[in-house]
């Protein structure tokens, strides 16, 4: 990202973008684009971009005259349902996100805070996301082009939150996954950051390791884990100046209609320990930001269920109940064994799970010779015996 051409929000421009919104970049090129007085490649960067945001930013999408940073960016950036998930955990007078990027968290924090400043130390980007907040009609949003860890060190004034999402790429050593080797490096700055606000908010690549967070950190509060459609998008850790009681989890899949929620304390599912049990009617297999969290023993002692081993994470019981993932009721186990498996399993096509299971989907299909899809779901896995079984279920 160069520049910030605003020869790219012309009506013309901005027409000709949103109507050749289906095209392919290899279409649009042969078509050629209709306008001498602006690069090529930055009407291209803009209708990629701007298609990216279909789903992921539909205020963006839907909102006349925005102008698009990189590919990159829109990336690297929280979904709008995400940031506003985000938000509405958090309330007060004023927020200070210290890596603002393309401005969608902050955007989403002016919802709830009467003050909202936006550090970017990319100028070309700083002025992208001052230029659509306008466009969104949001004036309480002070956007700073400076170094967030900078901003912090040197102001004087004290913030509600302090919001940051530090960078999890390196020129150094590439893609990282440490805090210490984010940028900026969190741990380092906490201190810093205490010294402007009792709360601060970190958000993390859902790849962070729990533990590896929590002894880089301290005064973690809470950790909140964020699902969208069972697919892990953020890590959450809520630090609090001198707080020293014990970390809660708060896990969330965000769906279309509804938020799924497991909470617990870590001290609960180290002091806690899971019955275990032959496969039952029902199988229940947790949603992916319970699986993140590690909550395997609490989760089947607060709603009552059996586990089928303590490495499989799948769970059994008599009764249907309330549960915070996928419900299936087993017709059929099997042991896991081709010919009886023939035998008793005719159809052609499943939906395979492994779970606590040696061998990948993908080596399972070509063995028993399986299409994916169809009505059957056959869960792969490990009983209380170690024997290798095969759970033929129907979806509840």
């Known amino acids: 990202m160069n520049s910030f051409n605003k020869d790219a929000l012309s009506f013309e421009v901005q ?75 958090i309330s007060g007078d004023s927020i200070i996100d210290l890596t603002g990027g393309f401005g969608v968290d902050c955007f989403s924090f002016s919802k709830t805070f009467k003050s909202v400043t936006h550090c970017e130390i990319n100028q070309v980007l700083s002025q992208i996301v001052k230029h659509n907040y306008k466009q969104l009609k949001v004036s309480h949003i002070t956007c700073v082009n400076q170094d967030g860890i900078e901003v912090i060190k040197t102001t004087k004034n004290s913030f509600d939150w302090i919001y940051i999402d ?105 002091t806690t320990f899971a019955s275990y049990s032959e496969p039952l009617t029902y199988l229940f297999e947790p949603n992916a930001a319970i699986l993140k969290s590690g909550a395997f023993n609490i989760i089947a002692t607060k709603l009552g269920i059996t586990k089928l081993h303590q490495h499989s994470h799948l769970y059994t019981n008599d009764t249907l109940i309330n549960f915070p993932g996928r419900q299936f009721k087993i017709t059929k186990q099997l042991p896991y064994n081709k010919k009886a498996f023939k035998k008793a399993f005719k159809e052609q096509k499943a939906n395979i799970t492994t779970r606590n299971f040696p061998e990948k989907v993908d080596v399972i299909r070509k063995k028993l010779n399986l299409k994916d899809g169809g009505e059957n779901y056959l869960f792969f896995t490990t009983d209380l015996k170690n024997q290798k079984i095969v759970l033929v279920c129907e979806k509840v």
């Open 166 to 270: 530090p960078s999890r790429r390196s020129d150094i050593k590439g893609k990282v996954f440490l805090l210490k080797d984010c940028l900026p490096n969190v741990p380092d700055h906490l201190n810093e950051l205490f010294k402007k606000s009792t709360n601060v908010l970190i958000k993390t690549s859902p790849l962070l390791d729990i533990s590896s967070g929590l002894s880089e950190l301290k005064h973690v509060k809470t950790i909140h884990i964020v699902a969208l459609n069972n697919e892990v998008k953020e890590l959450l850790w809520h630090l609090e100046e001198n707080y020293t009681g014990e970390t809660e989890i708060k896990t969330v899949n965000l769906k279309k209609d509804k938020e799924i929620h497991f909470d617990f304390y870590l001290n609960e599912e180290s």
């Open 15 to 89: 027409e000709f973008i949103k109507n050749v919104a289906n095209f392919t970049i290899s279409e649009l090129v042969l078509k050629g684009i209709p306008f001498s007085h602006i690069e090529t490649q930055t009407i291209i960067e803009q209708i990629e971009a701007r298609n990216r945001c279909k789903k992921k930013l539909k205020t963006w999408f839907n909102t006349d005259n925005i102008y698009y940073p990189n590919k990159l960016n829109i990336e690297q950036t929280s979904s709008e349902i995400t940031a506003n998930y985000k938000a509405n955990l």
